[in-house]
């Protein structure tokens, strides 16, 4: 072996899909989602869902986009919530994601920094010479101890 991976037929690696690959025009869009193709397109000028574009400016919609398209009709149709308001639901659902995700990675680097103090602190500990400083049990008494200053001598 050379140590380069095996090629795929017709020479390209192979294509992974995700859910935010944008593959899908906007009649196939259009069918998926149960909306007119141009509800689409008003919902991408009003920037409610806004697909990717190819280089001649084609949409393309990725399955994160499908639902969201289906979303917003169920809000729409369902809720009776006007666009403007779906559009700020919108906003701030990802917004809520967005610092969920802050959220998340500062709780990451505060569990990180908690594990480093702690392995500084166990490394103090164990340089302490506990020989230098010996331990007595003190003796709890009731007893009264009354100091008297010594008569000075003339």
Same mark, same amino acid.
């Given at each position: 072996?050379?140590?380069? /991976? ?6 390209? @690696?192979?294509?992974? =899909? ?27 000028? =009003? ?5 990717? /574009? ?24 369902? &809720? ?12 701030? &659902?990802?917004?809520?994601?967005? =610092? ?5 990675? =500062? ?12 392995? /500084? ?12 400083? @010996?331990?007595? &049990? ?9 100091? /008297? ?6």
């Amino acid at each position: 072996m050379d140590g380069r /991976r095996p090629r795929q037929r017709g020479g390209f @690696p192979p294509y992974e =899909l995700t859910e935010d690959t944008p593959v899908y025009v906007i009649s196939v869009a259009a069918q998926l989602s149960g909306l007119h193709p141009q509800t689409l397109r008003q919902y991408d000028r =009003l920037g409610l869902v806004s697909p990717d /574009r190819t280089a001649g400016r084609g949409r393309r919609y990725s399955a994160r986009d499908i639902e969201l398209l289906r979303q917003v009709q169920q809000l729409s149709q369902d &809720e009776g919530i006007n666009l403007a308001g779906i559009k700020r639901i919108i906003e701030l &659902e990802n917004q809520v994601a967005a =610092l969920q995700q802050r959220v998340a990675e =500062l709780q990451a680097a505060l569990d990180g920094a908690a594990a480093a103090m702690q392995q /500084r602190e166990a490394a103090v500990h164990a340089s302490y010479r506990r020989d230098l400083v @010996p331990y007595q &049990e003190v003796q709890q008494t009731s007893a009264l101890v009354v100091w /008297r200053p010594k008569k000075a001598k003339d």
